[in-house]
């Protein structure tokens, strides 16, 4: 009764390796999912979605020895599988139709004329939660699909619900591809700071990491990006083409696959805008070693300071690496928590980086559940939509299934729209951008439900410019929120693009210090200068005019120059790089700021380090406008103690207690005190701060003071109570 998979691992294979067809469907029913009530004639019938027509079977059923009966369907389109997503909503409600049964679960095929989804769709009679949907996408001839072949092989005859949802699980997949990838980081690690193979002479182990991070995520976007046949179009491009340097490379010559094969298309190809082929020094790949790789701009293959030393990381090393990725399904659109490709989606490079962060528990990094970040970015967004005036359970529906009430107007529905393109959202604590990029996800389902746009990607470029902005201390959070950001473009378009720049909308700094030395520089682009130095204030008024013409001038330039460079080519951005910090160092100058007199402006780079952060300079139209709409995120949790026993995060708090910015410090206070004070700081009236922060919040001594601002300044529209789940799997309290 226990007994496996009817159908051998070499079969399946071959199965999903060929386009759907109705005999293998059929096969797969019987001899994988053990159905004895199978029709050899299925019921047809139609439904529409999105303009698009899907003609469905209903293949029979299964029911699991608790009781569960499981439909089997199956669904065809014209579009693209792989690109389009037929609505879960209107999935359930054929499946749930009382003329073929009631069902608890069903096992769904959804195929077009090349590749084909086999789906577990559950909680269907839940009323409680949403259905859910996890999917295994097949069909490419050129893949393994090891992950599927496997876990469908483990089914057992008498299964219950719980084996199917194991089989098809996106979260043992995740720790499964982090352990092995984990494991391989550590010897890139372990070599590159081996002085045998690196010349990394006076580069501290830290930083030889942190290039080590980088390059490994170079490569992993490149998986995502070849996934959209962009690279020379061959979706198997990085092992191929290694494969055919191990054919060339001559023996007892050095392996140096990274210094004249990567890099060469990191820095000459994928960073410059160039025309025509590329030559390659690998002859037996492409056009006699030529091959087309697209101009991506963005800044992720911009040629660092340890990408110039001699590098030799060995044959074995990325073998073991190309073997790994090779072996598992990268999806390019970040899975929803009630819609799942089981592969590894960008989603899963947040998770590598909040798990690989130097001294993370010090740090209070955690890594947020995608169930959560989408609860939190969902109500947020419907507390701001209420300023259309539409009824909040209206709103609720919107949102949260992105459907249009039957009594919105055009005039409703243009209120809403233009709500939706001007919110600011921000996250003072990014990460690896799971809010942000949460954020983006729902701004754009809702934007989609009321306009009509076959370019999804360009609108993605536009919520990015104009509504999300993104701080954190740590660099190596920043270069991965902005990698995801730039996938999220990358799976909607059709074409490769230019990819915007984020040096200026997702950021380095200090969110809790816009100061030095004790000095505020909060308000570096008004009028009238609050700084220490600058008792001559109006002498500092007539050189601010006589550098910039009108005193408004500087700013109006500075904005200027900031939204030219979201959109400009690897050529120019230096130099617009250079215009705008030397705006911002002149005014730091003329101000005679701390900083500029200390000596200290030439040697910190004033727009990403982790000493401060200047938000009303950099985020100026923001605080223009009176601050953000959403203040959204995860902060750290750090207690007194441990801030109080490393000396960085000490210096860190005896800054922020000089600077009497928060009201809220009291005792032995968290770190994610002032993190909560500074998001309703800068949120605009009428605005909302949401956060998920720990249990401790509600009843310790060191949150009296922030309990007493929130209550008695502002309202508190919502609790979740989450005391007692383990939300973060490494932290030790719990949360609401």
Known sequence: ????????????????????????????????????????????????????????????????????????????????????????????????????????????????????????????????????????????????????????????????????????????????????????????????????????????????????????????????????????????????????????????????FLDNVLEKIFFECLNKNHSGLYQTIVLEYGNNGKIDVPFLNGGLFECKELDIPRSVFGKELWLNLFNLLGSYNFTIDENDPTDAEIGIDPEMLGKIFESQLEDNKDKGAFYTPKEIVSYMCKESLIAYLEKSGVDKEELRTFVKHHELCDTWNDITKNNVLVLLKNIKVCDPAIGSGAFPMGMLREILYCRLAIESSENIAEIKREIIQNCIYGVDIEAGAVDIARLRFWLSIVVDSDKPEPLPNLDYKIMQGNSLLESYDGEMLDNLLTGVYSGSNTSQNGSVQVQMAMDFGDESNYRIELKRLLNNYFTTSSDEKKKLQDKIQNIVKKILITRRTKLSIDGKLEKIDIHSNSDFFLWHTWFADVFENGGFDVMIGNPPYISAPTQLANEQLKKQRKNIIALRQFQSLFQKWDLYIPFIELGIQFTKDNGTTTMIVPYPLTNQLYAKELRRIITKNFDMTQIVDLNGTKVFENATVSNC
């Open 1 to 256: 009764n226990n007994r496996i998979c009817d159908m051998d691992k070499i079969t399946l294979r071959k199965i999903f390796k060929q386009p759907f067809a109705n005999e293998h469907w059929n096969r797969l029913l019987v001899e994988v999912f053990h159905a004895s009530d199978v029709y050899e004639t299925p019921q047809q019938f139609t439904f529409d979605n999105e303009n698009a027509k899907y003609v469905g079977y209903f293949n029979g059923h299964v029911e699991t020895p608790t009781g569960d009966a499981v439909g089997l369907f199956s669904y065809s389109s014209s579009l693209q599988v792989s690109r389009k997503k037929v609505s879960l909503r209107n999935l359930v409600a054929k499946i749930i139709n009382p003329k073929y049964g009631s069902f608890d679960a069903a096992i769904v095929a959804y195929y077009d004329e090349k590749e084909w989804r086999i789906s577990y769709i559950c909680d269907l009679k839940n009323s409680s939660t949403s259905a859910k949907r996890f999917s295994f996408l097949v069909g490419d001839p050129n893949s393994e699909h090891n992950t599927a072949v496997n876990r469908l092989c483990e089914i057992k005859k008498d299964y219950e619900l719980s084996d199917l949802f194991n089989a098809f699980s996106v979260e043992r997949l995740t720790k499964e591809f982090f352990n092995e990838y984990t494991a391989i980081y550590k010897e890139f690690c372990d070599r590159a700071i081996d002085p045998t193979y690196f010349d990394f002479d006076g580069f501290d182990k830290k930083k030889i990491r942190d290039y080590v991070k980088l390059l490994l995520g170079r490569i992993l976007f490149l998986c995502f990006v070849q996934k959209k046949g962009w690279m020379n179009g061959d979706k198997h491009f990085l092992r191929n083409i290694f494969d055919a340097y191990c054919n060339q490379i001559k023996t007892g010559e050095d392996f140096r």
